[in-house]
């Protein structure tokens, strides 16, 4: 496979909005949130040079295989009073956040959404190698730590407690293999546009080290007992769904939505499955992909869920890129090399870069799953070299050194698409929205 002889920087395709700079400071009626890359124009973590921003979304994709890495460790755990959250690492990847509230009054915080995770997580006040934003827990009148003794306590991965006694609950936890954080588990008002979540319990961060951990933390949205789902009762019914603004976009203005009624009534579903293996993943049923009008010959024991490994298909917001077990990977990118003349070559994590003349001949790949058929826009196929002079497939195979048996259905790939999780219901259901 030949190599690019040309030193080129990938980035997503950027494309000048004409919305004006207030759009940054739109605001959302109800439960309805925006959502911003954390990297984007509206981020507070925007950096001051373009440069620097498209370099970071390059960071982004290099970082999953960490991300795949640490989807392939959770495994449900066990213990004899309450079940036990998987997922409480937290996230490899910090591609969105959101905007909340803590406390009494509410402080801003602007926390990655996540997926794949349970348990929610803010820097505080005293914290040793945190960002300058922290969570001031001494100024909020609705804030309490929790002790040893209470349930929460025993659902939080890497908690620690005395032998004897009662205290305060405290954990640990290892972030992307090169950062780790020590926390105190904790309860305060979360409030999420104008909701109200009284006694919403979090994680207080009093120390990191390494350089990865999101600056203002993280909340997630996975199906454990700690996750915003299962704290929020019946306010949100189990139902929500977001929008991630494609990355063409300079002013990033998508969506967070939560509670059935803000949903779209006619959106096409497919199941939602569990498995036990990992219980707080979004499973769903990938039956095939198709490259153009080849329906790609892959071995259905590759795609079927197995409670026993962990094995099967994941939805997930954290994942830049996604990813298939080798595989799988291959047929589809031997089928798609095949549709597409020229010559390949290879760029970061992506092995079939080939000449943007030939971007025409791309054919579209599609997405089976179960009772829904996702055909992916060419943006949500390709990306470019800065140049604009390569076009590369934007999916890839599990990293060599992960021992991975999931496949990822990535954010990149689900970007200006409503998708809707309603674990009541179990299904996940998928609709084109331009939410840019």
Not at 32 to 46: A, E, H, Q, R, T
Request: glycine share 8%; charged share 10%.
């Amino acid at each position: 496979m030949a190599s690019s002889s040309i030193p080129l920087v990938l980035f997503f395709a950027l494309l000048i909005s004409s919305t004006n700079a207030d759009s940054c400071a739109s605001q959302f009626d109800g439960s309805d949130l925006s959502v911003i890359p954390i990297y984007g124009k509206c981020s507070p973590f925007n950096p001051t040079k373009p440069d620097s921003w498209i370099d970071t979304v390059i960071n982004m994709a290099s970082k999953d295989p960490s991300r795949v890495k640490y989807l392939s460790t959770l495994v449900a755990q066990k213990t004899t009073s309450v079940p036990i959250a998987s997922g409480q690492q937290v996230l490899n990847i910090g591609n969105y956040v959101v905007r909340v509230k803590l406390g009494t009054p509410g402080q801003l915080m602007f926390m990655v959404l996540d997926t794949s995770s349970d348990a929610a997580w803010v820097p505080c006040s005293g914290c040793t190698g945190c960002s300058t934003t922290t969570f001031f827990a001494n100024t909020s009148s609705t804030y309490s730590p929790l002790d040893c003794s209470l349930a929460q306590c025993a659902q939080v991965r890497g908690f620690s407690c005395p032998s004897t006694g009662s205290g305060a609950c405290s954990f640990n936890q290892s972030y992307g293999g090169d950062s780790y954080f020590s926390a105190t588990l904790v309860q305060d008002s979360l409030s999420l546009a104008k909701d109200v979540i009284p006694k919403f319990s979090f994680g207080c961060i009093n120390s990191i080290s390494g350089g990865s951990v999101p600056p203002q933390g993280l909340l997630g949205l996975g199906r454990g007992p700690m996750s915003l789902l299962s704290q929020s009762g019946s306010l949100y019914s189990g139902v929500f769904s977001y929008c991630l603004p494609s990355f063409k976009s300079y002013y990033f203005s998508g969506s967070l939505k939560l509670g059935p009624a803000s949903q779209p009534k006619n959106i096409r579903t497919t199941p939602l499955l569990y498995n036990p293996h990992r219980p707080s993943l979004y499973y769903v049923n990938l039956t095939g992909v198709s490259v153009g009008r080849v329906n790609v010959q892959i071995a259905q024991e590759l795609l079927a869920l197995d409670p026993k490994t962990g094995s099967g298909t994941i939805v997930d917001s954290g994942t830049v890129i996604t990813r298939f077990i080798p595989p799988i990977y291959t047929a589809i990118r031997d089928e798609f090399r095949r549709q597409v003349n020229g010559t390949f070559s290879s760029l970061g994590a992506f092995d079939t870069c080939f000449a943007a003349t030939h971007e025409a001949e791309a054919p579209a790949i599609t997405f089976h799953f179960t009772g829904l058929d996702l055909k992916l826009p060419m943006e949500n196929s390709l990306i470019h070299s800065s140049a604009g002079s390569l076009a590369c497939l934007s999916m890839a195979a599990a990293p060599s050194n992960v021992n991975s048996v999931l496949n990822i259905i990535a954010n990149l790939q689900q970007q200006n698409l409503r998708v809707m999780f309603d674990v009541v219901n179990s299904r996940v259901g998928i609709a084109r929205e331009l939410c840019n």
